[in-house]
């Protein structure tokens, strides 16, 4: 049995792509959580990319799932119910995002205090929480004066670039 090799869109049948090494490369994106990787050797450019689409996803299954059921409506009730209760969970307030995709901890060392509480007041520039990408302890400050509402992340929770991570009022 022969490994199958994908060729090169270029045509150039001198270079072939492994697909081992494709396979290799999407399982180092589902082991690290990043969302794209590009390997060049000898001239020859790999880039493997997985588009993160849970939230749309969801939606689209949503409405499939309620066609069967038409002609009756109570049905698309029931389902839409659920969705606007979900909604009022988030404050009211400022979201501060994540400037970056990497790892949130809330205080400076294990162990040690964190650098904010849901009702403290904290002063524009202030440290909210620092975000870890790539080995290098980003902090992230206020970008007002005001008081923590909600803490929408966990210590050492992996985070994407835009998610909200405080609510500041």
Not at 53 to 70: F, I, K, L, R
Request: hydrophobic content about 50%; cysteine-free.
């Amino acid at each position: 049995m022969t490994t199958p090799k994908a060729v090169p869109e270029s045509g150039d049948a001198a270079q072939t792509i492994d697909t081992k090494v494709v396979r290799k490369l999407a399982d180092i994106l589902k082991d690290t959580g990043l969302t794209e990787i590009e390997v060049e050797t000898g001239g020859l450019k790999i880039r493997v990319a997985r588009e993160l689409t849970a939230a749309p996803a969801a939606a689209v299954y949503q409405p499939v799932a309620a066609a069967p059921a038409p002609a009756t409506a109570a049905a698309p009730a029931a389902v839409a119910a659920p969705v606007a209760e979900a909604a009022p969970t988030v404050a009211a307030g400022d979201k501060v995002k994540s400037p970056m995709v990497g790892t949130v901890y809330l205080a400076a060392q294990p162990g040690a205090d964190t650098f904010v509480k849901v009702g403290q007041s904290v002063a524009e520039g202030q440290t909210l929480l620092i975000v870890e990408a790539m080995k290098t302890m980003n902090p992230i400050p206020s970008p007002r004066a005001g008081k923590i509402v909600e803490i929408l992340v966990s210590d050492a929770q992996p985070v994407e670039f835009g998610e909200p991570l405080v609510i500041i009022e």
